[in-house]
Nanobody, 121 residues
Framework: QVQLVESGGGLVQPGGSLRLSCAASGSIFSIHFMGWYRQAPGKQRELVAAITSGGSPNYADSVKGRFTISRDNAKNTVYLQMSSLKPEDTAVYYC???????????????WGQGTQVTVSS
């Protein structure tokens, strides 16, 4: 089994910054893609940013230029640096990873429990 544990959410004023972290642990052989999704009340979950094992990022148009995704493969951790935050960024942020496990040998999709980000004055 694999666990994804997020941290770093909270309350921040508009224009502020937050850094989210997500650490993967368990029967990991390798991690392929890692990413962040978010879900606001009454809305569908949407992709915020993703990064390949080689470090190539992809961003939703709504966060380009404000958010930066990165990963530390040695620590099985992905980060999301969020700057110039807006009230519309308020949501529960979920970590997602495609993990090849050791036993059984299988590529599966895993999710974290979510962390709340609230942007408000």
């Amino acid at each position: 089994q694999v666990q994804l544990v997020e941290s770093g959410g909270g309350l921040v004023q508009p224009g502020g910054s937050l850094r989210l972290s997500c650490a993967a642990s368990g029967s990991i052989f390798s991690i392929h893609f890692m990413g962040w999704y978010r879900q606001a009340p009454g809305k569908q979950r949407e992709l915020v940013a993703a990064i390949t094992s080689g470090g190539s990022p992809n961003y939703a148009d709504s966060v380009k230029g404000r958010f930066t995704i990165s990963r530390d493969n040695a620590k099985n951790t992905v980060y999301l640096q969020m700057s110039s935050l807006k009230p519309e960024d308020t949501a529960v942020y979920y970590c997602n990873a495609g993990v090849l496990t050791t036993t059984p040998s299988r590529l599966s999709d895993y999710w974290g429990q979510g962390t709340q980000v609230t942007v408000s004055s």
